[in-house]
């Protein structure tokens, strides 16, 4: 196998499955803090301010939000150097477009507009770009919201891919409100995941609910951030089944005359908070921007583990940016690195956040972290347990050895083993205690090893869906036919996964440093899988996972 500096699990079972992915939940109502909304007269110029940054055709960019988030920045880097922004600029100073409604399709197509929720579709404001093309942009919408006390539900219409395309080809979609929404820190509302019951090959137009509680009556800073990859693009935003600021629909503002709103904000933060295995050396990195009132010269305080570093960091200010570096103790012998920023802006107010990350401290040899033998049901034989993900797993999961399944013994010994149904209902909660790596939020390096033996052909079979949260439309790694993999040449192969036989399957996962999948089949390498991404929507893995999982067969 590969030299991965990684955990590890491990699986024996004899499966007979035809089956995808898990169901989604609906989003709960989420709740706007106090403090953020404007007195109901402050709204000014009705409508919504809208910017869009768009990639070359050419470039390999991964479909996410952070994506979104650092080119409608300016920082998205590719291969190292900074994209090359081709939208075109509207006509405010800051190169919005003044729009009235939110209903958007990448080519204002009459028969796509069909397929939408709402006629008269226009195209996205700046796309196509300088380059002529309709992909690899993202489009942010800023707006103030006339709310009333107590919850709304608004709707947003956005298109689903193929599940299998790499990168994915699903739009994206983020709502964000705050007394400045552009901020790192602002309060999230709303995330489009697709859906568990979105057409696994089609190209679909999709409503998304979200529902939000305002705490009193007034008006809210929102921003919508909307990306898009290489497939269809379209985004109408509405409620009450009418386009928001349409006649008889909530009311949306350009500006806002609240003192507090739209001041200087955290754009950007490096290392993100919350995550792990950051390398000692990297150094932090924040970038504050100006909006309507702009940071004071020489009001930022920095401080490092308690201690205020402001002295050793550097400040720099460029134009509408402030830029703030700070490299930490390289040898430092603590993973704990806790952040504290304060700054003031022209208004006068003053700012102040906190969050904290951890670093690596020094190379870990490989771990096995789970070990699953089934000698003794789904008990973990180094681990946590695997659980029953629902009652027909457990009614219609066997359990035996090779022999008294009168099935080929595993390397001529017998062995136990677990049977796993044809069934659209199954599944095994994965609690595989790997903790976040890599520098990002999830598990971005692990190595998955199972002794496997399909019962029949055709078809195609989930392995492992290693992301049931951030993605229950589709598994991670299948089984199909004689080769495994997920996606647009995922499966390549030399085909040698041959059904009613034994095989010892790996997937080595590294989406940091070498941003690589390596797949193996009976110690024969298969391929070596790019491009990936770090935190990878579909391939880096969440704290619980799922083992075989629930959707529909396909010939």
Known sequence: MADMKVASLSLRLVASVQIFACLASAQNPVAIPEGIAGALDTGQNRGFRVISAQAPESTEIPNSFTRARQQLNGTLTSGGDIVTNEAEKGTNLDGSFDVDVINFERDANPEVSDQTGYPDDTEFPGIPGTGGHTTLFATEVMTFLELSAGEHTFGAQVFVGRVDTSPSDDNGFQVFTGTNPRDFFATELATFVRPADAPAFGITPWDFELKITAPVAGVYPIRLVYWSQAGAAALEFYEN????????????FRESSTANHSHAYIAEVSPPPGVADIAPAEPISVSLRDDKTTVTDGSVKFSFNGVDVTDQATVVKSGASTTITYQPPVARQSERNEIALEYMDSAGQTFAREWSFKNALGEKPPKVTGQWDFSDGLKATIGADLIFNDSVSESDTEFGTTT?????????????????????????KL???????????????????????????????????SSPKKN????????????????????????????????????AVDLTDEKVITKWVDGVLQDEWKP????????AMEP??????ELHPVS
């Not at 609690?431 to 078809?459: E, K, S, W």
């Not at 299948?478 to 997920?486: A, L, V, Y």
């Open 532 to 539: 990936q991404s770090k935190d990878h929507v579909r391939r």
């Open 404 to 428: 008294s399944f009168s099935i080929p013994d595993i390397n001529g010994e017998p062995a136990d083993v677990m049977f796993v149904p044809v069934d659209t209902e199954v599944g095994y």
């Open 544 to 549: 619980e996972a799922i083992l075989f999982c």
């Open 431 to 465: 609690m595989h205690g790997i903790a976040p790596n890599g520098g990002g939020r999830f598990v971005n390096r692990y190595t998955l090893i199972m002794d496997v033996m399909q019962v029949g052909g055709g078809g195609a079979s989930a392995i492992i869906q």
């Open 472 to 507: 229950p439309g589709d598994a991670t790694f299948f089984w199909q036919r004689s080769n495994m993999g997920q996606g647009g040449g995922g499966y390549n192969g030399d085909g040698s996964f041959t059904p009613d036989e034994w095989h010892r399957i790996g997937f």
């Open 241 to 252: 089944n009418k386009l928001v600021n349409s006649d008889g629909s909530i009311a949306a």
